[in-house]
């Protein structure tokens, strides 16, 4: 159905080529499972096959790609419309319209179908896809998990043969997971062509047909789901987590971090109920929970960024809310989701200077260990903007670490990470554990909280629902674990 | 009221306001505040009104406090009710025509789609860049740099300026291309759901056109303008 034969590509104004000598063929039916790390090329592969490369962004595009025959060069964008569907990775981008149902129609009209047309293909897809109770809502205002399904409704209603999705499981819950897995086996089990572009593999590994890894540009491999554990690691989308010491620090010390009967309500709806729960000296505590389970709004409460409705929060005994939000910076440091909502120096030494000045520490010595904790000694002189996304999330994470905060909060650290990342993550987190620092990681990565966490706690629609030490297994209080 | 062709509830929207501005006697305003009040009941917008006091009160005591110092307590007064109105008025206008009909309304008066679709997704996307900022300040204070607003913090508000342009720009950049992807740029488009103006739209027209007129000829001789 489509063939890359010798395909490279280069970005308008790169010198860099992202993708190298890429042949690939694509037979209809294919359920493929495109991976690789950051930077690997897996996106510009996805743009290349629904033609956004070359006629929406440029570049230089060498060799051919055709579609059933066709010199994609040769064809316009509006050809790709009923042939390629590209799900991108950020929904905030993919929907631009007010309701779920113009973000159906958009595509439909664009296509010049008549009214009709327009409504029946609506009401058909909404229906398979289990999404019509919500088509007046906007399509900012759904869940993540919501987001993508609206996202994949508004290119399945163009009736592509070929649906690409950006990594849709970035961002959703292990319930969101779940419920979109089933989606795209359906997809693929009626006959349509489903290529995943996935950095981080789950479940979805045992559905797919096919499974495409890429490094630096190039295919690696090429072949069926079984075959590719060698070069799945190779490529480190496998990540090897360091073995877990005991620690010995956090034992029956006094609490850090206390939290009392935490409530807090928004608009109409109750975010926490009476969360208790203590952070012990040195250890690095996990919070679970799915989306929207209050995980963030707890967090947002250990730094006084959010002052308790009812209840208390405490560090080393001292009441939360009767400090300054700057003193409390000193205290607690959160990094949060996003590491670009940090970043507003030129390079990433200006960025942990402004961290290492508040802690009064001596900055090039300070630098030099965070430098080294983090890997990011070769990256001090480069802008905190143009670095991959695990890189700017260890710059993020290093400029919090450089205040020397009593506790460190890390807010969904594993979200658009590959596997490199987390293991580098894990293993700063190892030294951290050494070093006695308290963490307190707020995640739905319930993988990576086991290799990493010496305890955790689950919140669900705001209540805390279990609890344990990492021995304990999650499995009680989770269902579908992993997409 | 949805049954009305959106472009009718825009233009008595903005007979509505444009009588407001034109208000030169005291009086009058304080009909118009209680007029205007009083019909957010009927429209069923009460309880979102109140909580859009919260951006409206700021707003007017700031008002308030300059016409007193430059003008006197009745000036003051006078142009404090006056924006409460304005406001309000804007506000019923926003809440009873989508953004999809304000963009249809521009079209039919003969911009383009492009530009008619590019303005309306800039409208909503203003609260995602909202939502965009507030992170972005939790981000900041949360490494102890002060947002509170004193003079000596003006520097640190660089911190969100540019954050904030940078995601914009990255954020425009794939909206473009989610676009392009879905035939944003493709001649001869159809539109389903065509707005078509009816009798009752053409006679309500007429009718607060010509109220208005009544109205500022009212105000302007009355007030010996």
């Known amino acids: 159905m489509i063939k890359l034969n010798n395909v490279s590509y280069r970005y308008k104004g790169c010198r860099e080529w992202v993708l190298r000598d890429i042949d690939l063929r694509i037979e209809e039916g294919d359920f493929l499972l495109l991976c690789g790390g950051s930077g690997s090329g897996k996106s510009t592969l996805a743009y290349v096959l629904s033609g956004l490369i070359p006629h929406f962004l440029g570049g230089e595009l060498k060799g051919e790609v055709a579609f059933q025959g066709i010199d994609t060069a040769s064809m316009s964008i509006s050809d790709f419309l009923s042939r390629v569907g590209l799900i991108f990775q950020n929904s905030d981008a993919q929907l631009f319209n007010g309701t779920v149902e113009e973000e159906m129609a958009f595509g439909l009209e664009a296509m010049g179908l008549a009214e009709a047309e327009i409504e029946r293909r609506i009401k058909e897809v909404a229906h398979a896809l289990g999404i019509e109770s919500m088509m007046d809502r906007s399509p900012m205002h759904v869940s993540g998990g919501e987001k993508r399904l609206v996202a994949i409704a508004s290119v399945l209603c163009l009736n592509p043969h070929v649906l690409i999705l950006d990594e849709p499981f970035s961002n959703l819950d292990w319930a969101g997971g779940a419920r979109l897995r089933q989606v795209l086996v359906g997809l693929n089990r009626s006959g349509r062509t489903v290529i995943l572009v996935e950095q981080r593999l789950g479940q979805i590994i045992k559905d797919v047909s096919r499974c495409v890894i890429m490094e630096n540009g190039r295919i690696i491999f090429d072949g069926p789901p079984v075959s590719s554990r060698h070069y799945l690691e190779k490529a480190r989308l496998l990540p090897q987590y360091p073995p877990k010491t005991h620690n010995t620090q956090s034992g029956e010390t006094l609490p850090v971090v206390s939290v009392r009967n935490l409530y807090h309500r928004k608009i109409d709806r109750d975010i926490l109920h009476d969360i208790s729960m203590d952070v012990r000296r040195g250890e690095i505590l996990a919070i679970l929970g799915k989306n929207g389970a209050g995980k963030t709004t707890l967090a947002r409460h250990l730094n006084g960024l959010l002052k308790p409705q009812r209840g208390e929060v405490r560090v080393d005994g001292v009441r939360v809310s009767q400090k300054k939000s700057p003193e409390m910076a000193k205290w607690v440091g959160i990094s949060f989701q996003n590491p670009s909502d940090q970043f507003f120096k030129n390079t990433v030494r200006e960025e942990l200077v402004v961290g290492i000045s508040r802690s009064g520490a001596n900055p090039e010595k300070r630098l030099e260990e965070l430098g080294e904790l983090f890997g990011l000694k070769d990256l001090m002189d480069r802008s905190p903007h143009l670095l991959s996304e695990g890189q700017k999330k260890r710059t993020a994470v290093a400029s919090i670490l450089a205040m020397d905060p009593r506790v460190l909060v890390l807010d969904e650290p594993t979200i658009g990470q590959d596997g490199r990342f987390l293991e580098t993550m894990a293993r700063v987190l190892a030294a951290l554990r050494r070093k006695g620092q308290t963490v307190v990681m707020v995640t739905h990565d319930l993988e990576f909280a086991r290799a990493t966490a010496d305890r955790w706690i689950m919140l669900d629609e705001g209540r805390v629902v279990g609890g344990g030490s990492a021995a304990d297994d999650f499995k009680a209080v989770v269902v579908n674990e992993t997409p | ?225």
């Open chain 2, 1 to 225: 009221m949805k049954r009305l062709d959106p472009r009718t509830r825009l233009a008595v929207g903005f007979l509505a306001i444009a009588a407001v501005v034109a208000t030169r006697r005291s009086s009058t305003v304080v009909a118009e505040l209680i007029a205007v009040v009083g019909i957010l009941p009927l429209l069923g917008l009460i309880r979102p009104w109140i909580s859009s006091l919260k951006f409206m009160l700021p707003v007017t005591v700031l008002v308030f406090l300059v016409g007193t110092i430059s003008f006197s307590l009745g000036e003051a007064l006078f142009l404090s009710i006056r924006l409460v109105n304005l406001l309000t008025l804007s506000f019923v206008v926003f809440q009873k025509v989508t953004v999809k009909e304000i963009g249809e309304s521009a079209r039919k008066i003969g911009l383009p789609y492009g530009f008619s679709f590019i303005l309306t997704s800039s409208m909503r996307y203003v609260p995602l860049l909202g939502d965009r900022l507030a992170g972005i300040m939790d981000a900041q204070r949360s490494r102890g740099i002060d947002l509170r607003p004193r003079l000596r913090n003006i520097p640190n508000f660089l911190a969100l300026a540019v954050p904030l342009l940078v995601q914009s720009f990255v954020l425009s950049e794939q909206l473009a291309m989610a676009m392009e992807a879905r035939g944003f740029s493709i001649k001869g488009r159809t539109f389903r759901k065509l707005m078509r103006l009816g009798p009752v739209d053409w006679i309500l027209m007429a009718l607060s056109t010509g109220l208005f007129a009544l109205f500022v000829s009212w105000e302007v001789l009355g007030s010996g303008g």
